[in-house]
């Protein structure tokens, strides 16, 4: 059998949001500050001229990876890249390495794996699954951080964007699962993680690790089959269709694509179905 994973929110916390995005901003709006020429270097009317918030910056990298979203340009998930053109946009020069920003911070508590998680993956590994990783970041972004958390040895293989020019919930980023028939995959996202894996014919499980307390006792089926769970995962659904940045929404929606197997708030609760 296969068992496929997302990283990010599943298996472990990454830095981004609370230590690599921040120390990108703060870098961005110093080195404008350190211009002579401020009022000219930006080209934004409504920011005042002592100079962009580290909030406007990041919406200006925001912006950025949603317009490379409705592209289905894979490269959305390239900060580098999307931090270079920042810079741009500002007018000024920035060598910023988001790479080494991430393997600076690859220490707790900037980073950390689920317990939960390392404890399936173990047990997992000793009935000889084939395991995989299927994430949006890039590799240069997500090894230093799975090998800090001694995770990147439970991987036969880590597929990225950047490998295979495709992001979930591509089909193309499903590539590197030869055997279809035999499949689960694991995430967070009803869009990337359950619809993307389900219509190619992975059994799915939803990890909602903050489960309303109506849901708690049910089982991981019955939390999918009752009405509670039909309404949480309609609320999901909605959040994110609400989100205009997925060219793929021009798609018609199977529904019944979009609902997984089974809703876990453990990763452990998986091992009485992955047999």
């Known amino acids: 059998m296969i068992v496929s994973f997302d990283l990010d929110g599943v298996l472990m916390e990454n830095p981004f949001i609370d230590h690599v995005f921040p120390a990108i901003t703060a870098r961005l709006q110093e080195l404008w500050k350190s211009r002579t020429d401020q009022r000219a270097a930006f080209r934004k009317e409504t920011v005042e001229a002592s100079g962009p918030t580290e909030e406007e910056i990041w919406d200006i990298i925001l912006n950025k990876h949603q317009a490379k979203l409705k592209a289905a340009n894979y490269r959305a998930y390239d900060w580098d890249l999307i931090t270079k053109e920042t810079a741009e946009t500002l007018g000024i020069e920035a060598e910023i390495e988001v790479a080494e920003l991430v393997k ?55 597929i990225t964007p950047d490998r295979l020019k495709a992001f979930k919930p591509e089909a193309k980023i499903f590539a590197g699962v030869k055997n279809k028939s035999d499949w689960w995959h694991i995430g967070d996202s009803l869009f990337m993680d359950v619809w993307g894996a389900s219509r190619l014919g992975a059994e799915t499980a939803l990890v909602k690790r903050d489960l309303p307390e109506s849901l708690t006792s049910m089982s991981p089926e019955e939390r999918v089959s009752s009405s509670e769970g039909q309404k949480l995962l309609n609320r999901l659904a909605t959040k994110e269709a609400a989100r205009q940045d997925f060219q793929f929404k021009k798609e018609k929606l199977n529904p019944e694509e979009m609902r997984p197997k089974l809703i876990v708030d453990n990763l452990k609760q998986l091992k009485k179905f992955l047999v």
Request: charged fraction near 30%.
């Open 104 to 158: 600076k911070n690859c220490t707790p508590p900037a980073i950390k794996s689920y317990r939960d998680g390392r404890d399936l993956l173990c047990w997992l590994r000793k009935k000889d699954f084939l395991l995989l990783a299927i994430t949006n970041g890039f590799a240069k972004y997500q090894e230093p951080v799975l090998k800090a958390l001694a995770l990147d040895k439970c991987f036969k293989t880590i």
